[in-house]
Every structure is written in C-alpha cells, then in structure tokens.
C-alpha cells in the first residue's frame, strides 16, 4: 500500500515553528489526522492511503520529561487521553518531532518509541488505529510514514500542501520532467513546475466547453496523471466549442470523455489518462475523486458542484471551479452580448459555492431526482412543481477557451506564484464585455461547510460527504 499527506499551509507553518525552535533542541507535537482509504488507485490500480492533517496540539514544556539536540522525552498522558478524542471523532492520533541538527531519517529510537505508541494505540482503539509520524530535520519537513500495526510501517511518499501556494514535498527520488516539449515551459516557470505538473494527478470534470481546453493546456503544459469524468456524449450542438469534435463523433454519439482522451493521447508527450462516463456522485467515480490532487470542476450541474464543493473541505483537495455566463440582451434597440467568466477556488479558508451564491440547492435538489427518479421528475415538472430544461444557453469558443485559461492561470499562480506571493485569487469574475476583472465577496456568516472546522480534513465518512440519499 502507498501512502500520501496533505496539509494546509497554516497547519506546516505551525508545526515547523514549534519544532524548529532557535534553541536547537528537539519538540514535539500531537497532530489529528483524517483518513481517505482509496481501494484502487484510478493510475496504478493498487491501494493508497492518504491521510489529512486536522489540529496540531504542541506537546508543552509541562510534559517534557528531558530534552536537548539530540533526544526528547515526554508524558503519554496527555496522549491516552488524545486517543479517546480520536476514537470519539473517528480520526487518527499521530505525532511530529524534530532532528534539529539531523539526521533526515528517522533513527533507531525512533523506531522502538514509535512502535510502543503504536501498540498502545491499537490497545486503546481498536486494531484500525494507526500512528502517523513527521520528522522534521534543519528546519524542513524531511520524512514522514505510517504505523498500521507496531509491526508493519508504510512510509510516506509525498506530502501536498494547500492553500494561497500549492507545494508537493517529495521524499526520495522525483525526477525532474525533461522533455524538449516542455523546454520553453521551462525557460518560463523551472525545472521545479515541471516536476510537479508530471506528478500531479488532475481531475476535470465536464469534459464540454470550458473543460475541453482545459485538458489541451494541462496535457500540453506536461500533465503526469489526468482523470477526467463525463457522462455526456458529443452532440451537434458541442462541435462549436468542443477541441478535437467532429461531425462523425457526434453523429455517432462518441462520449466526450473518449473525444478528450483520444485527443490528448494523440499528442504522444505521455499523459496518462483515465476516463469515467458516469455523474460524479456515482459509487464508481469515488476513488478517482478522492486520489486527485487538485480538481476542476466545468460543470453546469448544480448538485455535481455541491458534491465537489464538500469534497474541498472533506478532503483537503482544491476544486477550481468554472463558470461562464452568456446572455444577448438588447439596449437602446440593439441587440448586446453580456459574457462573465468566473474562477472559484475552493479549500479551507476561502468561501464555498453556497456562500458566494453560486449554485442553488432547489435545483440541485430537482436534478437529484430526476437522476434517481426521472417518472416522479417529470409528473412534478407536468405540475409544475419543478423547473423545465429551458432553453439552451448561448455558447461561444473564444469565451469558454478564455474562462478555462483563467483556471489555468490560478493553477501556475499556486505553484509558482508569478503574480507574487499574494497573488493567489479565491474569486474572479471577468466582464468580458467591460474588459474588467471583479473579486467579488460571499455572505458575512459562512456555511457549516466552509466554516466549520469539524469537517475540513475529516476524510472518510459514511454517508459520503455526509450526503443524504
């Protein structure tokens, strides 16, 4: 089994201020984990672990039996009473300590400390509890792994951070992507942005106008790993927006997820592609959805941006959400086209999609029903008690193509930050018409999901997503 972490970039900036004190002896801390268990890895078909960091507690001068700069002592005390609190919350009770000097593995004793606290875990908690351990070592964090029993430890792989910079921390070899496709990337971005782009694992859901150019630039731009989920066949109508359509695929009614893959495959610059022809919410999608590392979502279905939505804050994974808005209205007798392209980031810390009044639960609602009960859908919209499809919405290639590159825009901001190190944007919306970009706010009193820490880095839970029906 593999195992992976992420954490905000709040929680590593406080872990690395407790342990790496200036007075070069050792810390430690307690840290809360949420777990995802992912069955099959969508990209090596084996199983993952990844685990979420939730609170970091220091452990306090009080409790330390003995320190200096090359050992630390301290009470479990504090750490049995922990693993009740983690038992009753469904978390997992891990610690930190630092190498102020040294070394960059963990040592000999480390080993046998770790695997008593393992034991005494699994005593108190039941054989499911594990041990999560970071060490830090010259002020970085050097290494990290897992004890699922006091005998068996799964080393960690990589940890990934979030928030306004995203950051993956490889331990042990990542080679850096050479290619002389990327070398002008290179010249622009480093080595560095390469290597984790060839690493990342992206997911773009809607495979349709806004989505369809997303998949081109990421593949081009060096993409490791994409997964891309689409229930929708190419139809007539898509082949003015929609990169590598034909008339024969929509004649055919080819799924727009094989038109993606078939199109990025075509390229040959070794992207690796895994396609699902099902809605998100479906069982099959969620050990993709949960493997990803960030995820744009390009859909105009409201009850699938809900469900991203939460997965953000469940999972500590970045949703880039994208939205575009057309309408021809007419002024002073002449007809006018008002287009606005929207960008929302979501992960702890910024405001989700209800509070920024983006998606409306009625309808969420009413396209939950129609998926799970079409007969009772259409006698309800025969009544009127739930909205018809309407009519289709305008669609224009260089406004999707546009709105797209502005998500791709955030994406390099969070990994290189080119506007500088404050210029990661939560919320953008572009006037095209007024050649203008607006930040708009969200409601003063967040939601129970983007303002309650309970949830954020909470993982696994049951229903998924703590999602009814």
């Not at 129609?370 to 859908?377: D, G, I, K, L, T």
């Not at 050649?435 to 009193?445: C, L």
């Amino acid at each position: 089994m593999k195992s992976d972490l992420t954490l905000n970039t709040l929680h590593l900036g406080v872990l690395t201020a407790e342990l790496c004190r200036p007075d070069g002896k050792e810390h430690a801390a307690y840290i809360l984990f949420g777990l995802s268990r992912i069955g099959k890895d969508p990209f090596d078909g084996e199983p993952r672990l990844r685990l979420m960091v939730k609170e970091v507690l220091p452990v306090e001068e009080t409790e330390i039996k003995s320190s200096d700069h090359q050992h630390i002592s301290w009470s479990t005390k504090r750490f049995v009473e922990l693993l009740a609190r983690a038992n009753r919350d469904g978390l997992q009770l891990g610690i930190a300590h630092s190498h102020p000097h040294g070394p960059d593995h963990f040592s000999s004793q480390d080993d046998r400390n770790e695997a008593e606290l393992a034991r005494l875990a699994q005593n108190r908690n039941g054989e499911d509890a594990m041990l999560p351990s970071l060490l830090f070592a010259d002020g970085e964090l050097a290494a990290a792994r897992v004890w699922k029993s006091p005998n068996e430890v799964i080393n960690i792989d990589r940890v990934r951070t979030a928030g306004s910079r995203w950051r993956t921390i490889f331990f042990g070899a990542a080679q850096d992507a050479e290619s002389p496709a990327l070398a002008r990337q290179e010249l622009a971005l480093g080595a560095g942005f390469n290597r984790m782009m060839r690493h990342m694992r992206i997911g773009v859901v809607g495979a349709g106008g806004t989505g369809s150019p997303l998949l081109q630039q990421f593949a081009r731009m060096g993409a490791g790993q994409i997964a891309i989920f689409d229930p929708d066949h190419v139809e007539h109508s898509n082949l003015n927006r929609l990169y590598g359509a034909t008339w024969d695929d929509a004649e055919r009614k080819i799924r727009k997820v094989d038109v993606a893959r078939r199109e990025i495959e075509r390229m040959g610059l070794g992207t690796r592609v895994e396609t699902y022809d099902a809605w998100i919410g479906s069982p099959e999608c969620r050990d993709a959805l949960k493997s990803m590392d960030v995820i744009f979502g390009c859909t105009d279905d409201h009850d699938g941006r809900l469900l991203l939505n939460r997965l953000a804050y469940y999972y500590l994974i970045p949703v880039v959400d994208v939205g575009l808005a057309l309408r021809v209205t007419t002024r002073f007798g002449i007809s006018c086209l008002e287009a606005d392209g929207r960008v929302t980031v979501l992960e702890p810390g910024s405001s989700c999609l209800v509070c920024r009044r983006v998606v409306d639960a009625g309808v969420a609602a009413e396209e939950a029903l129609r998926r799970s009960n079409p007969e009772e859908y259409e006698r309800r919209k025969s009544e009127a008690y739930v909205r018809g499809e309407g009519s289709p919405s305008p669609a224009v290639i260089p406004f999707t193509t546009s709105v797209a590159t502005m998500a791709v825009e955030e994406l390099i901001q969070r990994l290189n930050q080119f506007r500088g190190e404050d210029g990661a944007i939560a919320n953008r919306v572009r006037k095209f018409n007024l050649v203008e970009d607006f930040r708009p706010g969200a409601k003063k009193e967040p939601c129970r999901i983007c303002g309650s820490e309970r949830i954020h880095g909470l993982g696994d839970v049951q229903p998924f997503l703590g999602r009814a029906g």
